[in-house]
């Protein structure tokens, strides 16, 4: 069942210069603002001309109006949006016009994600289904926003549905032991609740590796460029990039800041960090620039390591005291691969190993093999099915779930076990699993997803 809140006004498309710009407003008194503004009765979901006018009566602009009556709108609320000609100019006027007629209805300016938010208050769309909304506007690639859209339609939802009813059956009768001990009917080995719950455990990890992969989709991997300057880190991240986005020049410590590029390899986003070369300075610049490099080496998924293939073809000191202290600063188990870049000029060659990869920036040779393990290190199984493009918090969930479960199960196979504390570990993964979902919300949640959307969303 929808209800009709305070109304709010958003522009809800991007901020500029455009052909069309569009203004939501939602929520109660909004059929009436419509009538004010538009001087005419809108028919609902009929897109009426209107001329826009300010209180003096002169045009603001001329547009379309349309009017869509809760609970069948996207808040399930009564919704209006109107349509004009993309000035930011027009669309202020227009906005102005809306709160000042707004006045007597408490209009006011929408907060982010605020009408997403409405829709899933009003039962129009689960957490899961909102949280793929902005992900499908955010999706950096076709891979992305196909499998934003397919958790927008509902995919990933009605698997953790099914697995919560499931899970509602066994704990039914697992607790119908405890209400009828008197019985002699054993209702846990009667409905073969051990097998079947370990069939929900099963596909609840299908659902987690999906997830994964699709958390890979989503999220990519931050890869950081290290080592002494003028080894070919700027020159490694245009040929990754495909394009010129650092300057190269022969003089060392020309890359003095952090520089950031997204590129794409079969559709995941891989964050490339280019870095100041390592090494004693007493150049001030340069110096913060090293220590920009040595927070982004903490903060990283992965760390290439870059030396130059033309100069040695084995490890220096100085790169062998840089990489323990790389080792040292960079996050537990964070991988770090060895880069011999410059191949082209060096005199011996080696074929990469997996840890030491052979490469020209300049050439490319090597390039197509440190590729495909980039997206070796990223998780990413290009055979597996459709990931789900999951948040880190659907990952956690499903973790939870499947830990609470296992125990269930751990517990069910002792001779005298407690059916207590079975069916409380089923309650328990049911729990995880209502969090996807937004059947079960933690404190804060909904303020903490919302407020990542874009202000018309």
Same mark, same amino acid.
């Given at each position: 069942m929808s209800t009709q809140r305070d109304p709010i006004i958003a522009l809800a498309t991007a901020k500029g210069r455009a052909s069309v710009g569009i203004l939501r407003l939602s929520g109660k008194g909004v059929s009436e603002l419509g009538r004010l503004l538009c001087r005419c009765e809108l028919s609902p979901r009929y897109a009426t001309l209107i001329k826009f006018e300010d209180r003096a009566r002169e045009l603001i602009d001329e547009g379309l109006a349309i009017f869509f009556p809760g609970p069948h709108s996207y808040t399930g609320e009564d919704v209006l949006e109107l349509q004009c000609h993309g000035s930011s100019a027009g669309l202020s006027l227009l906005?102005?016009?809306?709160?000042?007629?707004?006045?007597a209805y408490q209009l006011r300016l929408a907060q982010p994600g605020e009408f997403t938010e409405r829709a899933f208050l009003n039962g129009k769309i689960d957490l899961a289904q909102a949280e793929a909304i902005a992900d499908l506007i955010d999706a950096s690639s076709a891979l992305a926003a196909k499998?934003?859209?397919?958790?927008?339609?509902?995919?990933?939802?009605?698997?953790?549905?099914?697995?919560?009813?499931?899970?509602?059956?066994?704990?039914?009768?697992?607790?119908?032991?405890?209400?009828?001990?008197?019985?002699?009917?054993?209702?846990?080995?009667?409905?073969?609740?051990?097998?079947?719950?370990?069939?929900i455990l099963e596909n609840i990890q299908e659902v987690k590796k999906a997830a994964q992969q699709g958390s890979i989709i989503r999220d990519g991997l931050t890869i950081v460029l290290v080592g002494q300057p003028n080894v070919g880190k700027s020159s490694l991240m245009n040929a990754l990039a495909g394009e010129e986005v650092a300057i190269v020049t022969d003089v060392?410590?020309?890359?003095?800041?952090?520089?950031?590029?997204?590129?794409?390899?079969?559709?995941?986003?891989?964050?490339?960090?280019?870095?100041?070369?390592?090494?004693?300075?007493?150049?001030?610049?340069?110096?913060?620039?090293?220590?920009?490099?040595?927070? %982004?080496? +903490?903060? =990283?998924?992965?760390?290439?390591? @870059?030396?130059?293939? *033309?100069? /040695?073809?084995?490890?220096?000191?100085?790169?062998?005291?840089?990489?323990?202290?790389?080792?040292?600063?960079?996050a537990k188990q964070v991988p770090i691969k060895m880069i011999w870049n410059k191949i082209d000029r060096a005199k011996n060659t080696s074929v990469s190993d997996?840890?030491?990869?052979?490469?020209?920036a300049k050439t490319g040779q090597g390039l197509d093999a440190l590729k495909k393990e980039l997206l070796l290190v990223a998780g990413w199984q290009p055979e597996a099915e459709g990931g789900i493009l999951a948040r880190k918090?659907?990952?956690?969930?499903?973790?939870?779930?499947?830990?609470?479960?296992?125990?269930?199960?751990?517990?069910?196979?002792?001779?005298?076990? %407690?059916? +207590?504390? =079975?069916?409380?570990?089923?309650? @328990?993964?049911?729990? *995880?699993? /209502?969090?996807?979902?937004?059947?079960?919300?933690?404190?804060?949640?909904?303020?903490?997803?919302?407020?990542?959307?874009?202000?018309?969303?």
């Amino acid at each position: 069942m929808s209800t009709q809140r305070d109304p709010i006004i958003a522009l809800a498309t991007a901020k500029g210069r455009a052909s069309v710009g569009i203004l939501r407003l939602s929520g109660k008194g909004v059929s009436e603002l419509g009538r004010l503004l538009c001087r005419c009765e809108l028919s609902p979901r009929y897109a009426t001309l209107i001329k826009f006018e300010d209180r003096a009566r002169e045009l603001i602009d001329e547009g379309l109006a349309i009017f869509f009556p809760g609970p069948h709108s996207y808040t399930g609320e009564d919704v209006l949006e109107l349509q004009c000609h993309g000035s930011s100019a027009g669309l202020s006027l227009l906005m102005d016009r809306c709160l000042e007629l707004g006045q007597a209805y408490q209009l006011r300016l929408a907060q982010p994600g605020e009408f997403t938010e409405r829709a899933f208050l009003n039962g129009k769309i689960d957490l899961a289904q909102a949280e793929a909304i902005a992900d499908l506007i955010d999706a950096s690639s076709a891979l992305a926003a196909k499998s934003a859209a397919k958790s927008l339609k509902g995919e990933f939802s009605k698997k953790i549905d099914v697995f919560l009813h499931s899970l509602i059956e066994l704990r039914a009768l697992t607790e119908a032991t405890l209400d009828f001990p008197e019985e002699e009917i054993d209702f846990i080995e009667q409905h073969d609740v051990f097998n079947r719950l370990q069939k929900i455990l099963e596909n609840i990890q299908e659902v987690k590796k999906a997830a994964q992969q699709g958390s890979i989709i989503r999220d990519g991997l931050t890869i950081v460029l290290v080592g002494q300057p003028n080894v070919g880190k700027s020159s490694l991240m245009n040929a990754l990039a495909g394009e010129e986005v650092a300057i190269v020049t022969d003089v060392a410590g020309t890359t003095r800041d952090r520089l950031k590029e997204t590129i794409q390899i079969d559709g995941i986003p891989l964050h490339i960090v280019d870095t100041a070369g390592l090494r004693e300075t007493t150049d001030s610049v340069e110096q913060i620039g090293i220590e920009r490099t040595w927070k %982004s080496i +903490e903060q =990283a998924d992965l760390v290439l390591h @870059l030396m130059d293939a *033309s100069q /040695s073809s084995s490890i220096s000191d100085t790169d062998e005291l840089l990489i323990k202290k790389i080792q040292a600063v960079a996050a537990k188990q964070v991988p770090i691969k060895m880069i011999w870049n410059k191949i082209d000029r060096a005199k011996n060659t080696s074929v990469s190993d997996g840890e030491h990869f052979y490469v020209s920036a300049k050439t490319g040779q090597g390039l197509d093999a440190l590729k495909k393990e980039l997206l070796l290190v990223a998780g990413w199984q290009p055979e597996a099915e459709g990931g789900i493009l999951a948040r880190k918090r659907h990952i956690e969930a499903l973790l939870d779930a499947e830990s609470h479960i296992q125990a269930a199960l751990r517990l069910l196979k002792e001779q005298s076990f %407690s059916v +207590e504390l =079975a069916a409380e570990e089923m309650r @328990l993964a049911q729990e *995880s699993l /209502s969090k996807i979902t937004g059947q079960f919300l933690p404190d804060d949640l909904l303020g903490k997803i919302f407020s990542t959307f874009c202000i018309g969303k």
